[in-house]
């Protein structure tokens, strides 16, 4: 079970299945939600800030969504890969995103923080399957 879970979607209904289903499938202690790329680099600071401390856990993964409003999910991922972010090179993105644009699951390929790319919704099985490469 990973202790820290962030989801990052502009969708509340998306974001409450997420908090559902890995609750049931037991794959993460805390999650913690963002609704658009820049509320989650936002968190990501001040998790930085509270990591340095040692009063917070940093999230070992992130569900993505790629289209949403203020920023999407190609420019943070763009923005969280620098190397400013050197603090969280151990946090893994997965793609979570309706898209069947091809051209999507290629971009993704060329970043090492996307472990995966997945359709919505997230499932259990899913989650079992990914228990594997986090656990």
Known sequence: MLETVLCVDDDPIT?????????????????????NGQ???????????????????????????????????????????????SAFKNTKIIILSSTIDPADFNRAKQYNIVSHFLSKPITVEMLEKLKETYS
């Open 39 to 85: 509320e989650a680099l936002d968190l990501f600071e001040k998790l930085k800030e509270d990591n340095l401390k040692g009063t917070t856990q940093v999230p070992q993964l992130v569900f993505l969504d790629l289209n949403m409003p203020v920023m999407n999910g190609w420019d943070f991922i763009e923005k969280f890969s620098l190397d400013s972010n």
């Open 15 to 35: 974001l409450m299945l997420c908090k559902k289903v890995i609750v049931k499938a037991n794959f993460g202690k805390e999650i913690i939600f963002a609704q």
